[in-house]
């Protein structure tokens, strides 16, 4: 058993290695006055503040943000409500299409996605541009949430919801002080990976993406092209330590209100 768990933690440390050396080894060189990611001369802040200096980027960096957490809060209201739909399905047939449907969307490919996507604006008479990647993210994100939301409420006893009504509780009451508070972890967690897929998107951007509006993702793309500068280091950088602070963030307040509602039931 011990040696099973000396593997366990080996294993487990050449994973985390093998993720994130290539994150470290890009920020890494973001402080490499050389200006290349071949030979690490000095350390410098060049780089960062050419990043805060390029007001394209900087917009660039803003929209990619905005949309983010335009899309995750939008595709986290619909989710949330579309699982205690899928849930509340009397018809077990039904209920279990729908699910098919909605786990059919998480596993097409992007390329699939963002064509049709792009297709259907076409078709539509919508814009390129910010509308349209804000849609394609509130679409491709809201199956994510459902898939997040779903498993809070069906491990959540009917019995609460029995007792509310026998308490003269509304439906409007039974969604926001019952269900809502109850499936609040798993909410959470559909918004946070609702953000982190907005963020890296690439290839449903590309797609549905106009003149005049780009993304991060895209636009580190089109540097790419061209040949890649520790600029790219720096900004990349930059995202990774704030999402880093929001996922620490999300820890912290996750645990301080087990704490609190710990403490709660003690008394």
Known sequence: MEKLSKSSKLYLALVF???YAPI?????????????????????????????????????????????????????????????????????????????????LIVSPDV???????????????????TSVLL??????????VIMVLPKLQEMSSSLIDAALDLG???RDILTRVILPYIKPGIFAGF???????????????????NGFSTLSVEIYSMARAGVSLTVNAISGLVFFVTMLLVLGYYFVTNRS???????GRK
């Open 24 to 104: 470290l080894f890009l920020v890494f060189y973001s402080f490499n006055s050389g200006g290349t990611m071949t030979n690490f001369k000095s350390f410098t802040l060049e780089h960062y503040i050419a990043v805060f200096e390029d007001t394209r980027l900087l917009t660039i960096l803003i929209n990619t943000v905005v949309v983010a957490l335009l899309s995750a809060l939008i595709s986290t209201m619909i989710g949330t409500l579309g699982a205690i739909g899928i849930v509340s399905m009397r018809n077990r047939k039904l209920r279990n299409t729908v699910l098919s449907l909605n786990n059919i």
């Open 169 to 171: 509780a509304t439906r």
């Open 17 to 19: 290695v093998i993720l």
């Open 136 to 145: 394609a993210h509130v679409a491709f994100s809201i199956p994510i949430v």
């Open 258 to 264: 087990r704490g609190a509602s710990g403490t709660g």
């Open 112 to 130: 699939i996605i963002g064509a049709s996507f792009l297709i259907l604006f076409t078709m539509v008479g919508v814009k390129l541009g910010f």
């Open 192 to 210: 946070f990976l609702a953000l982190t897929y907005s963020l890296d998107d690439f290839a449903v951007t590309f797609f549905v993406t106009g």
